[in-house]
């Protein structure tokens, strides 16, 4: 980002102060060998990438950052993998680095599911290293966690131990499947997936714990 002016913003374009967590945009121009526009399509270059916020020109890197009292940026995640609960947004890549601090933890995904009051709540995903069980006092530790991190709003609504998170063959966890389960429906299309067993533990374990 050499050459850029850097911005963290709310949801409305509006500059947020430091050391809270927003939008992460940059003020053109822009410099030198960045991306100009799309093949053959120049509206939508410019609606993605500088129509994201009415009334402002600002470039959207499609990050969630943070800028910090120094005047240092932090990326927190994909803007795209932000969660709104009872007002507040949320980073899942925030979620999921505190969980990966947990020495049981091998891998984590972070998703949020509709929920009537708040609008989404998040739930945890967590594959553990070997050798160790999923428990209810593991899960409890783990909410813990996130709540001293990062803060009560944050908790999560359950925490899941599975095996395996399912993946595109090129090892990127599909998000969306997760989701789709999680909230009562089809996973969707899964052309991708390297191992197709894993959506269905995954959906034996969310049944389990509906039960």
Not at 57 to 80: H, K, N, P
Request: hydrophobic residues 35%.
């Amino acid at each position: 980002m050499w050459g850029w002016n850097l911005k963290v913003v709310d949801f409305e374009g509006n500059e947020i102060e430091k050391g809270n967590k927003g939008y992460l945009v940059a003020v053109p121009p822009t410099p030198p060998a960045v991306l100009l526009t799309v093949y053959r399509n120049d509206e939508r270059y410019v609606n993605s990438y500088y129509r994201a916020f009415a009334g402002h020109d600002y470039y959207s890197t499609g990050d969630y950052g943070i800028e910090d009292e120094d005047g240092y940026f932090y990326v927190l995640g994909r803007a795209d993998e932000v969660i709104k609960v009872a007002g507040h947004r949320l980073g899942t890549g925030e979620m999921e680095a505190v969980f990966s601090t947990h020495p049981h933890v091998a891998e984590v995904s972070c998703i949020g599911v509709e929920d009537e009051v708040k609008g989404e709540v998040p739930i945890a995903m967590v594959v553990l290293k070997q050798g160790y069980e999923g428990t209810p006092e593991l899960e409890q530790e783990m909410k813990t966690l996130i709540r001293e991190e990062i803060g009560p709003v944050a908790t999560p609504k359950a925490v899941y131990f599975v095996k395996a998170l399912p993946k595109t063959r090129s090892g990127k966890v599909i998000r969306r499947a997760i989701k789709n389960l999680a909230e009562g429906k089809e996973p969707g299309d899964l052309s991708t997936i390297e191992d197709p067993s894993t959506i269905d533990k995954i959906k034996q374990i969310l049944e389990e714990a509906s039960q």
